[in-house]
């Protein structure tokens, strides 16, 4: 073993995990040549998830980040000589027609993203696997690249670190936990152990399970939790006595029981002549905050491993009995059965990136094997570059508001995540049930009086629609069609279509209370954004505006969208809930690494916004302010910020639309909310509700969205947000947005499309949400561009003022035309779509009061 060093480039702490192997590998990749890793148990660990998980790869999921992660990891661990790509089963059982559905969009979110799953018949099914009863199920998927990490991702989280130390660039120490970390001026300066003290520039957290305890020593939380997942195992099971195989027949999902089985393959391997049954607790699943883990000694064991009871999970495992029952027929190894403790997020994903508190501390956790090698890169690109090839915001740990990294909030929601592992299938819309109720616009209460239908967002309270306003389906009831099937009609309001079309015709007001908003003041405030934005900030000529812009990466992809609000002291930026905090940690470091003398404010929760959108906007605000003149157009210009008063309170007007109307966004004091509010629906606007902001209004605007259409593997060219010439003073991104401006075409442009015929199979009329892949209708194959990029929907709504669902997607350079016929996929069915715009293209023009065919 190496002498303790007391100085490192970067120390790792968990290193004996898949993970944290994984992350040491990839960053010797990059090019690191003096990296620590400890570890609280052995290396590989010995009391880690990794020491006992069950080590198989699924790749079918609804999301890009995580489907690419599990892609990138099945390669890794095949290339190591590590894998078994032995295919694997999703079965929906013969009358569970609902899950048969969660199926079919399984594998076409596949498609979508790249895996080769495709539907399979019940025939198909007991061919692959014998041991199932036919009669018992209707049909399935079958993933030919789903398999088994051999012989345990333990084995090779050990071979990786062995290989990194005999770079000369990896140094290991097991049995040695982190006892602190030394934090000077907000940045990371070392580890403390038993050992001794290691000096570092970065310190990465993979420390799995006890992740948060490592958080908690510099006052940051981590939003995920350890709950059980029993694991049992029968046998003996000698069908692949001889063989030496790991796992002979495909792995097998029956997640409408919540629970999946394999067999382990030759008795004479590592854990093999049994079959192993797992499953998720639905109901109560068993929860374990990290302070409570025990230590190594402490447990029966391990800290990781729990005692199962089998009464725990007998009325699933009669149900599995049902399906397969050799489970029945073979004895239970109780001496093998244990609860496995794992992770569950509470933001739907892992947690990963630079601490919001900490410079240099880094944080990668709640990650399953099937996807460590893929974090593994992630983490190591990022912390090199700044950046990775693969759009990151949905993981990043910037993005936590502080409510959501409070104990009781992580507890709620974790448990709400453990309790959805497996089952029921989740709605893309799906809100949350806990941690409800936490951020509330001054005017809550008038909404809850009107009825309003509630979502969240970033913690604010958020109406989609007013019962109130369902007199309006008497008037606009046949533009706005009943959404016969129960998926599409899933938390969506009916109502939200007719106020959309009020709005069109009349005037509305919009609660926009959950803006992020921050301000940037001081000496070079102007100087650090006009580095970040692509827009022009500068100049006495914009001072007084709201600017339109956006963030690019080094590599000119797109990173950011909001506006500016130029002020003669400062800039306030106005931006969206979801990205706003991710946003400002991200001003406030390039401020830091740049040396910029500013101070960067979250203001947030000091103000509050309403939106008034409409034809009849200017005429109604007219009303309400001191000074009417002062909103005619001449005074008033588009994008122009002016003070008014309403109620007798001050307001920031900033004549700006995101639903393609004319009318303002109007800023003000939170405590001066509901005064205004209740002025302007004094005058008889119509509260609407955001559906049609976010998504109804905006797509028949072709209007793009932050983490949704505007991503990192895209440049604003092909989101067609460029301005029309670039900026002479430097940016970040500059060069690259130059040389992507010289070409002669974009691989790819963001284009809108039309469903020509949204009827389906039954003879139900469809109104798709979620992701959906693009094809070539004659071949039936996902679009690709020449980047290898795959098309797919970023954004889908229906458009009640065109009567049409439109969708936004990119398209590979030779299919983005206008009039192009191509087709999407939606639940395994194909539907006829048409290239209605390319680029920026409206398809409602409110200047010529109708839509654009």
């Not at 099945?74 to 199926?103: C, K, N, P, S």
């Amino acid at each position: 073993m190496s002498a303790f060093p007391d100085k490192a480039q970067i120390v790792i702490v968990g290193l004996g995990g898949i993970v944290g192997a994984s992350v040491a590998h990839h960053l010797i990749e990059r090019g690191w040549t003096d990296i620590v890793g400890i570890d609280k148990s052995g290396i590989p660990t010995d009391i880690g998830s990794t020491a006992h998980a069950s080590d198989f790869c699924y790749m079918t999921s609804h999301d890009f980040l995580s489907t690419w992660t599990s892609l990138y990891s099945v390669d890794f661990f095949d290339r190591m000589g590590h894998y078994q790509r032995v295919g694997g089963l999703e079965v929906a059982r013969t009358g569970d027609d609902t899950w048969m559905e969660e199926i079919k969009r399984k594998v076409s979110s596949g498609r979508a993203f790249g895996t080769r799953a495709h539907l399979v018949s019940p025939a198909e099914i007991k061919e692959k696997f014998p041991l199932i009863e036919e009669d018992q199920v209707q049909g399935g998927l079958f993933d030919p690249d789903a398999g088994l990490v051999v012989p345990r991702s333990q084995t090779v989280a050990g071979k990786l670190v062995d290989e990194g130390e005999k770079t000369g660039k990896l140094k290991a120490f097991a049995n040695t936990p982190a006892r602190s970390l030394i934090v000077e001026d907000g940045r990371i300066r070392g580890v403390v152990t038993h050992r001794g003290t290691i000096l570092a520039d970065h310190v990465i957290v993979c420390a799995g399970l006890w992740g948060r305890l490592i958080a908690n020593m510099v006052g940051e939380d981590l939003p995920v939790m350890p709950v059980d997942h029993p694991l049992t195992f029968f046998g003996p099971f000698n069908e692949f006595a001889g063989t030496g195989k790991d796992i002979g027949y495909p792995l097998l999902r029956d997640q409408g029981n919540s629970a999946y089985m394999r067999d382990t393959g030759d008795p004479k391997t590592t854990e093999g002549g049994q079959i192993e049954w797992g499953y998720y607790e639905t109901d109560a699943p068993r929860m374990c905050h990290p302070r409570d883990l025990l230590e190594k000694d402490q447990a029966r064991l391990s800290p990781s491993q729990r005692d199962l009871d089998l009464e725990q999970v007998m009325e699933p495992l009669e149900r599995a009995m049902e399906l397969t029952p050799i489970l029945a027929e073979l004895g239970y190894n109780e001496s093998h059965s244990f609860n496995g403790l794992l992770q569950v997020s509470a933001a739907g994903g892992p947690s990963c990136g630079e601490s919001q508190k900490v410079r240099g501390l880094w944080y990668c956790v709640a990650i399953w094997v099937k996807d460590a090698p893929g974090f593994g890169k992630l983490i190591a690109d990022w912390i090199t570059d700044g950046r990775t090839e693969i759009d990151h915001a949905a993981i990043d740990y910037s993005r936590f508001y502080a409510h959501q990294t409070e104990e009781a909030f992580i507890a709620g929601r974790c448990y709400e995540a453990a309790q959805k592992i497996y089952f029921p299938a989740i709605h893309p819309r799906e809100p949350y049930a806990s941690g409800r109720g936490v951020k509330r616009s001054p005017f809550y209460e008038r909404e809850v009086e009107l009825g309003g239908h509630f979502m969240e967002l970033g913690g604010w309270e958020r109406a989609h629609g007013y019962a109130a306003n369902e007199h309006l389906l008497e008037k606009y009831g046949d533009r706005v069609p009943q959404r016969e099937n129960e998926w599409d009609s899933r938390h969506f309001w009916r109502v939200s279509n007719a106020e959309h079309l009020a709005l069109s015709e009349d005037c509305g007001i919009i609660n926009l209370s959950h803006f992020y908003m921050f301000e940037v003041a001081g000496p070079d405030h102007v100087e650090l954004l006009e580095w970040l934005c692509a827009a022009k900030i500068g100049g006495d000529g914009n001072i007084g505006k709201g600017i339109y812009t956006h963030f690019l990466d080094d590599e000119g992809m797109v990173r950011a969208d909001l506006t500016v609000f130029r002020m003669a002291d400062r800039c306030r930026i106005v931006d969206g809930a979801d990205a706003g905090p991710r946003d400002f940690h991200y001003v406030k470091r390039v401020a830091e690494d740049k040396g910029f003398d500013v101070t960067v404010t979250d203001v947030s929760e000091d103000y509050t916004t309403i939106g008034i959108w409409g034809p009849n906007a200017r005429e109604y605000l007219k009303k309400a302010v001191t000074d009417p003149a002062a909103l005619d157009p001449d005074t008033f210009p588009f994008a122009a910020i002016r003070q008014i008063e309403i109620a007798g309170k001050p307001v920031t007007a900033l004549r700006l639309s995101y639903v393609g109307e004319q009318g303002w966004e109007l800023h003000m004091a939170y405590a001066d909310g509901l005064a205004v509010w209740d002025a302007l629906r004094d005058l008889g606007i119509t509260a609407v509700g955001i559906e049609t902001y976010a998504n109804s209004r905006r797509l028949e605007k072709s209007l793009r969205l932050q983490n949704a259409d505007l991503l990192t593997q895209y440049n604003l060219y092909e989101a067609d947000l460029a301005r029309p010439k670039v900026k002479q003073a430097d940016f970040r991104g500059k060069e690259k947005h130059l040389e992507y401006r010289a070409r002669d075409h974009q691989p790819a442009m963001l284009c809108t499309l039309v469903m020509t015929d949204t009827v389906d199979a039954s003879g139900v009329a469809r109104y798709p949400v979620g992701t959906l892949p693009v094809v070539d209708p004659q071949t039936g194959e996902v679009l690709i561009d020449a980047l290898g990029r795959r098309s797919y929907t970023t954004s889908i709504a229906y458009g009640p003022t065109l009567g049409k669902n439109i969708a936004l997607a990119y398209l590979p350079h030779g299919v983005a035309e206008v009039g192009r016929k191509l087709a999407v996929e939606y639940f395994s069915e194909t539907f006829p779509v048409e290239v209605a715009g390319v680029g920026y293209a409206p398809l409602y023009d409110p200047e010529n009061l109708k839509p654009r065919s």
